[in-house]
């Protein structure tokens, strides 16, 4: 192993690279648990509730499908960045990224629901909401419901597999060491970020900018993706910082490697609003009546709170807070930053699904059924997360840049 420390073999030692088994197994059972309640709330309060508590939870569960998707869609995407540009100090660090993408199936199973009852929200599905309208008519090649079926099964398929040979190259080189498989993943995200940037701004387009069908913009997807990335790049650097205080990865994962991963963090939180602003930027300058109605929307007294809370919690806070190296370099700060960042994320993906849901043209205040409807999966997600994490070495043990990583060093 080239450039790897004298102890190397002590700091890959089972003690320093697994959990046990039962590790965490109480608290992911847990979050599983209050994850299958708050969705059977938000079932019941669906049922027992009209039209629009029905609309209202499956917003609020799209929303919450949404944020655990772009995790590991983000996750993916680090992944065959870090391969494709030959990354080693990241050799450490990329396992969480993996136990995050690989969770794609589960994402798949929370599309269901949205998939079965997309018309309460999906308002072009609706041949009596679009009668005589000549916007969803000129759209309509596009937006029609089997290919809405088609894209969605096309995106599923797409990121299935891509995760899965990724992660399988992964955890196979763990127990054949072979060299040549870290060649196979660079060159396999060569082609997959092609891929993934058109599969996951499309589906931006499909899951997010199409709630609204009669406002379009082209910049939206690369705001999703914008978003997503920047928050599992929060959600990495948050587990690693939990697990070097479980006290395991010592000297596998060090301050060295949360600065490179809080550069990152604030990097993506510059691009996030450059991209929101250049977005609003370009649509209140154009000044066209079917793009600025989106923005409009969010205006309003009920939801000009949220547009302010976004902008400030996204962007001001943590510029302000990951600008400063020796904040960047610390532990503390970058956890809190992260769960920070995790949690506006969150909002953001909220502030534009569920604003499209309206009773008789009539905007519909938040409910606690939002609150449950969206932390259901989210929950779920997590707990299943934890015990992906507790089931495999904490890092790819025969990566051939592990060397690298131990020893990994920042001058900037």
């Known amino acids: 192993m080239a ?3 004298a102890n190397a073999a002590a700091l890959l030692s089972p003690a320093n690279t697994t959990l046990a088994r039962d590790a965490g197994r109480l608290p992911a059972i847990g979050l599983v648990v209050l994850g299958v309640a708050a969705l059977a709330i938000a079932v019941a309060g669906a049922i027992l509730g009209d039209d629009t508590a029905k609309k209202v939870a499956l917003a609020s569960y799209h ?13 993916m995407i680090l992944v065959m960045i870090l391969h494709q540009v030959n990354a080693g100090w990241s050799a450490t660090v990329r396992r969480q990224l993996e136990n995050v993408m690989s969770l794609m199936p589960l994402c798949l199973a929370f599309f269901v629901p949205v998939a079965v009852f997309a018309p309460l929200i999906f308002h072009w599905m609706d041949p009596h909401h679009t009668a005589g309208d000549v916007i969803y ?3 309509s090649a596009y937006l029609n419901t089997p290919f809405f079926y088609v894209r969605a ?3 599923f398929a797409a990121w299935l597999i891509l995760s899965r040979m990724l992660d399988r190259h992964s955890v196979r080189q763990d127990a054949d060491g072979d060299r040549f498989r870290t060649a196979k993943a660079r060159r396999m995200s060569s082609y997959g970020l092609l891929i993934m940037a058109l599969t996951a701004a499309f589906a931006g387009f499909d899951w997010m900018m ?6 379009f913009s082209t910049m939206f997807g690369v705001y999703f993706f914008a ?5 599992a790049t929060s959600l990495c650097a948050l587990l690693l910082i939990l697990l070097r205080n479980a006290g395991v990865m010592e000297g596998l994962v060090t301050r060295e490697h949360l600065h490179d991963l809080g550069k990152l963090m604030f990097g993506f939180t510059v691009f996030w609003a ?6 609003y930027f370009l649509i209140w300058y154009g000044n066209i009546p079917e793009e600025t109605m989106w923005f409009q929307t969010r205006r309003t007294d009920l939801w000009m709170p949220y547009s302010v809370a976004l902008a400030f919690g996204r962007f001001i806070v943590p510029f302000l807070i990951l600008m400063p190296r020796p904040w960047r370099r610390s532990p503390l700060v970058l956890g809190v930053m992260a769960v920070w960042i995790l949690g506006f994320h969150a909002l953001d993906t909220y502030w534009v699904v569920r604003p499209t849901v309206e009773t008789a043209g009539a905007e519909v205040a938040p409910t606690w059924l939002d609150i449950v409807a969206m932390a259901g999966p989210i929950l779920i997600f997590f707990g299943v997360l934890a015990m992906r994490i507790a089931s495999r070495p904490l890092v790819p043990l025969k990566d051939p840049r592990l060397g690298e990583a131990m020893v990994h060093k920042n001058y900037v």
């Open 3 to 5: 450039h790897a420390p």
């Open 274 to 279: 450059y991209i929101g602003f250049s977005q």
């Open 153 to 155: 099964a096309a995106y």
């Open 227 to 231: 978003g997503f990335i920047g928050a």
């Open 137 to 139: 008519d000129a759209k």
């Open 63 to 75: 929303a919450g499908f949404l944020f655990t998707l772009g995790l590991s869609l983000g996750s």
């Open 210 to 215: 199409s709630l609204d069908y009669h406002w």
